[in-house]
């Protein structure tokens, strides 16, 4: 199994950048499907970005165009650079892995291992 632990969340203005950090351990890093995923208060947990099966990164439609996803396995470490954020960005961000690559990486249920969120804040 693998151990997450995210990093790199805080309190920014509208417009500015954050990068989220997401590294792991425990684990054979390279053969885990990673995602993240977000929650506001009062929502159910969102898909923001994932890598699938093929080795394709896929995006939510409400952070395509501004939010990256990027890997590290060297360093067994996923990054979330998010620009251009918006005061609807504002939620605790989740990092999490599947074992199975052939799950729809867009669905919660699918991931075996989460961390225990960052939060960001974007204020207007």
């Known amino acids: 199994q693998v151990q997450l632990v995210e990093s790199g969340g805080g309190s920014v203005q509208a417009g500015d950048s954050l990068r989220l950090a997401c590294a792991a351990s425990?684990?054979?890093?390279?053969?885990?499907?990673m995602g993240w995923f977000r929650q506001a208060p009062g929502k159910e947990r969102e898909f923001v970005s994932a890598?699938?099966?093929?080795?394709?990164?896929r995006y939510a439609d409400s952070v395509k165009g501004r939010f990256t996803f990027s890997r590290d396995n060297a360093k067994k470490t996923v990054y979330l650079q998010m620009k251009s954020l918006k005061p609807e960005d504002t939620a605790v961000y989740y990092c999490?892995?599947?074992?199975?690559?052939?799950?729809?990486?867009?669905?919660?249920?699918?991931?075996?291992?989460w961390g225990q969120g960052t939060q960001v804040t974007v204020s207007s």
């Open positions: 999490a892995a599947r074992s199975d690559y052939s799950r729809n990486s867009a669905e919660a249920n699918n991931y075996d291992y």
């Open positions: 890598f699938t099966w093929s080795g394709a990164t």
């Open positions: 425990g684990g054979t890093f390279s053969t885990y499907g």
